[in-house]
């Protein structure tokens, strides 16, 4: 098993900055690669980011690349997403994520642990 916990969303205005942590426990945090996920309104769970256990590698979204930063942690257990250039478009309630073997995919539904989610609204 492994607890999720998000912190850091908020409202802020388009253009703007926002950095998302994650915090996790209940497994070596340094053997897990981590995602950002979100969902917004009406809308599928998608996928974000990604960061390898290492964190030697990171995967985006399309729609967040050049934008957005995934970068962890390892002696604080702790994952970070830094938003900038927000869109309204970006408006979800954004996920940290692991799979339970600990490995990294870059699609939503593959994932099995999730946190309770941090809403972030951009607005125009």
């Known amino acids: 098993q492994v607890q999720l916990v998000e912190s850091g969303g908020g409202l802020v205005q388009a253009g703007g900055s926002l950095r998302l942590s994650c915090s996790a426990s209940?497994?070596?945090?340094?053997?897990?690669?981590m995602a950002w996920l979100r969902q917004a309104p009406g809308k599928e769970r998608e996928f974000v980011a990604a960061?390898?256990?290492?964190?030697?590698?990171?995967y985006y979204a399309d729609s967040v690349k050049g934008r957005f930063t995934i970068s962890r942690d390892n002696a604080k257990n702790t994952v970070y997403l830094q938003m900038n250039s927000l869109k309204p478009e970006d408006t979800a309630v954004y996920y940290c994520?692991?799979?339970?073997?600990?490995?990294?995919?870059?699609?939503?539904?593959?994932?099995?642990?999730w946190g309770q989610g941090t809403q972030v609204t951009v607005s125009s």
């Open positions: 994520a692991a799979h339970r073997l600990g490995v990294l995919f870059t699609t939503a539904r593959q994932y099995d642990y």
């Open positions: 209940g497994r070596t945090f340094s053997s897990i690669a």
């Open positions: 960061i390898t256990r290492s964190g030697g590698s990171t």
